[in-house]
């Protein structure tokens, strides 16, 4: 009897889990797919009475938002890929460094995580201006890779911290050098952490506004957070039905990317679990 | 090649060609461009920007403009930034509130000699409330009127009249017809009282509150009296005593507010004239039919003037070129459609004719464009301080006071004393 209880238990909080994580979804799909006046009903139906295309169709003719999706892709992309590729020499030198310099920087990289990021804006913006980078979608990469790299390199470097030693003295032993074996042994382990950081940073990259919209005042180097913001006016009023067209539009193949991605974390997460 | 070696080759060259298509989307601005950043957020406001900035290119291949979407909500922090970086653009679609407080810190161009074609169509008030130290900041084209919409059905229903006298409704006989026309079916009024600073500051000069002093010295004080308490006192009367204003209303903002008044669960409607947008495409998909009260009435109709303006940068280096364009937006047929995509006020005499004849067969449309004459300029358009103090002060105390979480004394104790703080 304990055991049905547990198990009904476990399922209606699953259940619940489910219902907390998947309703707003549904809700936005439903409301991309009302009308106007039924987005505006003082008793808002789950389902739509009549489904209606038109706030696609005005996302879609109307906003830019497949440029500004394809620019969202590129910039979190290449933001991404330029962190994973620079945190990880610095990450295994933090865990396994202990001199005091290498303390020193950690703990400023800590600190620097501390600062309101709206305090660094115009310094930011003055700088990048002097560097002509101001209004360049290279430039915010650049913006993205600097803000992201702290909580990157600190979560990979808890990551390096659980590899056991035992596995580099036995590389050691046999002749690799430090470059070698962190290709060769660190890395491989490594997997499972670079695939955290990579939906971290992609994600913060992904719905970051605040710095895209200073640094980059042409419309068509906009990002998907940019775009959207454009549906939205004041005094809590928007075109609500293509707002949530477009947001449905934007998730998708984020959604199927983190499908695929979290797959192969969990693949790589469990390679070896059940090893003597 | 070990397989290590490839997949970093593989990186390096999926990063060579993402940056290969990246660099040549960085194009330095045309040298001739003028830049002009506009909120338009309304579909068919976006669209007369758009045609509009095409006609100037069209007819001005030297000279062409560049169209910025911005956004309400974000315009200030980004106009803020770009003014510190000197890059900010040449054409500046804005609030007077906003744009008078850059005016002080030198960063908008005083364009009165270049605009002063157009001052005669535009009412004194908004000239007024456009303009930092008798020199115009910004040209003033829209404003918005808070009125009371009515749900004519519900009214007809009830067997009440709705009011129609030219001198308006006083607040008095406003509470009066809120609380009959609350039954059990239904309350007087849906207000959105999340954020109740806005209206309540537009408002309050129908009692003809000041709020500041001394603001042409630059040193402003403020004295919450009650002619100030007025708005605020009254509204709240409505909520707790008469109960005639839907409880609901504190949890929303304006944009919320318009449900339950299409719903039927509300008669009347207190909301800035924009909502007429949205009542328009009720009354064509459903049937709805409202309209507009006269203005409400304290000692005057009278209501404070906060226009959307057109605005040249200090830094432009194109000031000439730029005031050009900001009359060729000014023509007739473009503020008229601003003005009809944005459910707004045309400010210049010839467009509002425009408009009125657009929607003369609406009696709620011409209820609004009948209103466009009751605007003056506030002494809190003065301030350039004000908008901080809106938002940080004013909003948090009204918000609280509505909530019945502080008393009227504890309201004009945390208003005083957070302006002092300010100075």
């Known amino acids: 009897m304990s055991r049905i209880l547990g198990k009904f238990t476990i399922a209606f909080t699953v259940f619940l889990f489910v219902i907390f994580l998947g309703g707003p979804l549904v809700w936005l799909v439903s409301m991309s797919l009302k009308s106007p006046i039924e987005i505006l ?43 994973c590729l620079l945190v990880v020499v610095p990450a295994y030198v933090f865990a396994r460094s202990k001199g005091i310099l290498t ?27 002097r560097l002509n980078l101001v209004n360049s979608q290279f430039g915010l990469i650049l913006i993205y890779v600097i803000i992201n790299i702290p909580f990157s390199l600190w979560l990979l470097r808890s990551f390096v ?41 992609f994600v913060n990259v992904w719905n970051e506004f605040f710095f895209a919209l200073v640094f980059l005042s042409d419309p068509e180097k906009a990002t998907l957070p940019l775009k959207l913001a454009q549906f939205l006016g004041s005094e809590g009023r928007g075109r609500f039905g293509a707002l949530a067209a477009a947001t449905v539009m934007a998730i998708i193949p984020a959604l199927v990317m983190f499908g695929i991605i979290q797959r192969k974390f969990s693949d790589n997460f469990l390679a070896g679990a059940v090893k003597g | 090649m070990s397989k290590s070696r490839k997949l970093l ?27 002009f950043v506009t909120p338009a957020w309304q579909p068919d ?99 918005q009127t808070y009125v009371v919409f009515a749900n004519v059905d519900l009214f007809k229903k009830a067997g009440v009249a709705i009011p129609t006298a030219k001198e308006g409704v006083s607040w008095d006989d406003f509470a009066a017809l809120s609380k009959r026309m609350t039954n059990s079916s239904h309350y007087g009024l849906s207000y959105g009282l999340l954020r109740p600073a806005s209206s309540f500051m537009v408002m309050s000069t129908n009692f003809g509150a000041k709020f500041f002093r001394g603001y042409t010295s630059g040193k402003a004080s403020l004295r919450v009296g009650a002619a100030e308490l007025e708005i605020p006192s ?48 009720a009354a064509k998909e459903k049937g709805f039919n409202w309209t507009v009260l006269p203005l409400l009435r304290g000692t005057s109709q009278m209501q404070a003037a906060n226009p959307q ?99 009227k004394a504890e ?4 208003l005083e004393d957070g302006w002092k703080s300010l100075r």
């Not at chain 1, 470059?179 to 997997?191: D, E």
């Not at chain 2, 004459?373 to 350039?384: D, G, Q, W």
């Not at chain 2, 309201?411 to 945390?414: D, F, G, M, T």
């Open chain 1, 41 to 83: 009903a003082y008793e808002p139906k789950l389902l739509p009475n009549e489904i209606q295309l038109g706030n696609y169709q005005e996302a879609l003719e109307k906003s830019g938002i497949i440029h500004a999706f394809i620019n969202s892709v590129v910039i979190s992309t290449v933001s991404t890929l330029v962190i």
């Open chain 2, 234 to 281: 009254r509204v709240y009367d409505m909520v707790y005593k008469d109960k005639s204003i839907d409880p609901g209303s504190l949890t929303v903002s304006a944009g919320g507010s318009v449900a339950p008044f299409l719903a039927g669960k509300t008669a009347m409607l207190l909301m800035g004239s924009y909502a007429a947008i949205d009542l328009d495409v």
């Open chain 1, 161 to 201: 911290l659980n590899i056991p030693k035992e596995l580099e003295e036995a590389a050691r032993i046999d002749g690799a050098t430090t470059a070698y074996m962190i290709r060769t042994v660190i890395l491989p382990l490594l997997l499972p952490g670079m695939v955290v950081v990579a939906i971290f940073t």
């Open chain 1, 103 to 129: 303390k020193g920087m950690s703990l400023w990289i800590l600190i620097s995580q501390v600062f309101p990021l709206s305090l660094l804006i115009i310094p930011m913006f003055l700088s990048m201006q």
């Open chain 2, 45 to 143: 406001v976006i669209k007369a920007m758009q045609d509009a900035v095409s006609a100037w290119n069209k007819a001005n291949p030297k000279t062409p403009v560049k169209l910025i979407p911005g956004d309400w909500d974000n315009l200030g922090d980004q106009l803020t930034t770009q003014f510190a970086a000197k890059t900010a653009p040449d054409v500046i679609h804005y609030e007077s509130v906003g744009i008078r407080e850059y005016a002080k810190r030198g960063y908008i161009a005083d364009i009165t000699s270049l605009m002063r074609p157009l001052q005669n169509s535009i009412p004194a008030g908004e000239w007024a409330a456009a303009s930092y130290r008798g020199k115009l900041v910004g040209v003033p084209f829209l404003d």
């Open chain 2, 309 to 407: 303006t057109f605005s040249i940068s200090q830094q432009s280096t194109k000031k000439k070129d730029a005031a050009r364009f900001i009359q060729f937006l000014m023509k007739d047929e473009n503020v008229t459609k601003f003005a009809l995509g944005d459910g707004l006020v045309p400010l210049t005499t010839s467009a509002m004719k425009a408009a009125q004849v657009a929607k003369k067969s609406s009696p709620g449309w011409t209820q609004i464009f009948a209103d466009g004459e009751n605007f003056t300029v506030a002494p809190f358009a003065y301030v350039p301080e004000f908008d901080q103090w809106k938002g940080t002060v004013l909003q948090p105390a009204l918000q609280n006071f509505m909530q019945n979480k502080i008393s």
């Open chain 2, 9 to 35: 080759l593989a990186v390096l060259s999926v990063l060579s060609l993402i940056f290969s298509v990246i660099a040549p989307m960085q194009s330095a601005r045309a040298a001739d461009e003028i830049t």
């Open chain 2, 411 to 414: 309201l004009v104790k945390r």
